[in-house]
């Protein structure tokens, strides 16, 4: 069976399109969907509408319960009672976040506060998810009790004149600019083959996501404001209008012109693709994958999760050197279990494996020249005594050799050669024989179906991989460009832009029902930009930022100081790293609250030639629309308390 490695010295194209380097799991809805994540999603909402009810009743609340019906005011007083123990534990946590002050306390053994969801029992948090609920209903009671009023005609009509008043402002010229890139963008966008789609799609998906957000940001963080300022939405008001038609009436007209817009630049944005790419691109790279991942693990390595460390700062990949096996131990492998296989691969003649490594070199070696590996395809039925009695067998008797397909139909081995020669970078592909996938079919339930190992073939020489580095193409693999899965591949990727411009729309919106249009904009903007670094500030919250926390580094850059050295025991100092590890603990608090806008991205994707799953997208939406419920429960409360004459 011929391996179909590209080889640089013989090949103009390399393809890269394959490197797909993955930070985390795809999403499933299953992931998204269960007791755990739905009891951290009701802590987390419940810890703020816990203290909103507190601050409401003191200040002004117990008036407005006195005048409620007699059954709403019980199902109200209820529900506020059952809150009490989430209130108490927001206190509590309040007072936590003031531990670094304390006498005795150590940043290396406690952990923040924000992380005491983990490590309180399974019960604890299960009493106060349901006590989080309750101060969820008690705020949206208002809203449930009204919600028979609502109508959706009225809802509708504020939708079309929202729509109207989007196009009549000036704001939409800024989508000519999209076609500066799109009439010019080849005169400056490099034309190398292995680089050219992914450059293209990068620049697209670029210019797209920066006008999109900005032009809906502006209409929405200015609509009600500008209603308010004409004094239009007095006399809607005044009507028999409820304020959360207002609210969905005006999100719904945004949302349904910038869903316009962003079909019409999608479309737009994949015919110039289609249109620049050079043919030899095409063929290569215009595809979408549909890889089969397995489970890695490391043998005879430093660690068996990851594998040897050389030293690189990105610490995405692990390393097997090519050492020979050692006394005691063995040569240093790299494992890939996969648990699940599709079955409709055993009924094809091959199946394509693709992997993408890294090279770090110990020696100089030659120039244009590869790494040797070797690569062995195994199932759970493989054995290798019955294999090697069976050869023994058939050099005494005289007979024939097995073949490829004996191999893998009936001893579920394969090995494509002693040595695979594969390039830093570039994707090396294998042909799998498919009678290997039907031997997988059975066999010992406890055993993982199908197993890649890879070893190093060179002693001065370190291979690294990550998980999603090797895979299976679960599509069909002929060979040239397949525009129609690329379309849909990149349709998809605007779906994840059009959750983020749903998700900036929304949070102007809601903050402009009691902020400026100004205010709204920049906070709206301000709370997205800190959801996009959130590894960041997570890894300031957990001390792992080089020069410690933010003031310190500000001391460090007003006193020349380097990073890595320790800071005197001043008085001065002191205060600097205190004052650091409270802002820590508010920062991992702040964390609970921001959006999740990096998985939403799915332009590495498409650009790398991969398939965007429809369970990851649609566990993104479920967790977005989530996400953004308890903010519409925020304006609509903020509409209410607005200065404006309306029933309710």
Request: aromatic fraction near 12%; charged fraction near 15%.
């Amino acid at each position: 069976m011929a391996t179909g490695l590209l080889d640089p010295a013989s090949t103009l194209f390399q393809p890269l399109f394959a490197a797909l380097s993955l930070e985390r799991d795809p999403l499933t809805v299953s992931s998204v969907l269960n007791w755990p994540v739905l009891r951290y999603y009701l802590l987390t909402v419940g810890s703020v509408t816990s203290l909103c009810l507190v601050f409401w009743f003191l200040f002004r609340g117990w008036k407005q319960v006195s005048k409620l019906g007699s059954g709403t005011r019980s199902a109200f007083i209820i529900l506020a009672l059952l809150s009490l123990p989430m209130l108490g534990l927001d206190l509590f946590c309040l007072v936590q976040f003031t531990r670094p002050l304390w006498p005795g306390y150590d940043p290396e053994t406690t952990p923040p506060a924000a992380l005491a969801t983990t490590i309180r029992p399974d019960w604890v948090n299960n009493v106060m998810a349901l006590s989080s609920l309750a101060s969820i209903l008690a705020v949206a009671l208002p809203f449930l009790v009204n919600l028979p009023r609502l109508s959706f005609r009225r809802i509708f009509a504020i939708a079309k004149l929202s729509f109207k008043e989007a196009i009549r402002k000036r704001v939409l010229y800024a989508f000519t600019g999209l076609l500066l890139i799109l009439l010019f963008g080849s005169w400056f966008i490099p034309s190398k083959a292995s680089d050219q789609i992914r450059t293209y799609v990068t620049v697209v998906f670029w210019a797209m996501t920066v006008i999109l957000l900005m032009v809906s940001a502006l209409l929405a963080a200015f609509g009600i404001p500008a209603d308010i300022k004409s004094q239009s939405l007095f006399l809607i008001v005044t009507k028999p209008v409820e304020r959360v038609e207002i609210l969905l009436g005006r999100l719904l007209g945004y949302m349904s012109l910038l869903t316009l817009i962003l079909a019409v630049l999608t479309g737009a944005g994949l015919l110039y693709i289609l249109r620049g790419v050079s043919p030899e691109a095409a063929e290569e790279s215009l595809k979408a994958r549909s890889p089969v991942y397995g489970l890695l693990h490391y043998e005879n390595t430093g660690s068996e999760r990851e594998g040897d460390n050389v030293g690189r700062e990105w610490g995405y990949r692990g390393y097997i050197s090519g050492a020979a096996a050692t006394q005691g131990g063995g040569q240093p492998k790299a494992i890939w279990d996969f648990n699940s296989i599709p079955s409709a691969l055993a009924s094809r003649k091959s199946v394509i494996a693709e992997f993408t490594f890294d090279i770090y070199r110990t020696t100089k070696g030659f120039e244009n020249q590869g790494v040797g590996i070797g690569m062995a395809f195994t199932t759970r039925n493989y054995d290798a005594e019955k294999l090697r009695l069976e050869r023994e067998a058939r050099e005494r008797e005289g007979k024939p050799a097995l073949t490829v397909e004996e191999l893998a139909e009936k001893f579920g081995y394969y090995q494509p050669a002693a040595s695979i020669t594969f390039y830093d970078y570039s994707t090396g592909t294998v042909e799998v024989p498919g009678k290997l996938f039907a031997n997988a079919q059975t066999g010992p339930a406890d055993k993982p179906p199908l197993i890649v190992t890879v070893t190093c073939k060179e002693v001065t020489q370190y291979v690294g991989m990550a998980r999603y580095d090797l895979y299976f193409r679960e599509d069909e693999t002929a060979r040239g460009a397949d525009t129609l899965r690329f379309s849909w591949n990149f349709a998809k990727a605007s779906m994840g832009l059009w959750l983020r411009i749903l998700l900036v729309t929304t949070l102007s919106l809601v903050l402009s029902t009691y902020l400026s249009g100004v205010v709204s904009l920049l906070v709206a903007l301000f709370i997205f930009l800190l959801g996009q670094f959130q590894d960041f500030l997570l890894a300031l919250v957990l001390g792992r930022v080089s020069g410690g926390g933010p003031l310190e580094n500000l001391s460090r850059l007003i006193t020349n100081e380097v990073a890595g050295k320790q800071l005197e025991n001043t008085a001065l100092n002191n205060v600097i790293m205190n004052t650091d590890r409270v802002l820590r603990e508010f920062l991992g608090g702040l964390l609970n609250f921001l959006p999740e806008v990096q998985s939403l991205s799915f332009t590495e994707y498409v650009s790398n030639g991969f398939n965007i799953g429809g369970a990851d997208l649609a566990a993104n939406a479920i967790r977005t629309i989530a996400y953004l419920l308890p903010w519409l429960l925020l304006g609509y409360h903020a509409l209410r308390e607005r200065e404006v004459a309306g029933p309710t």
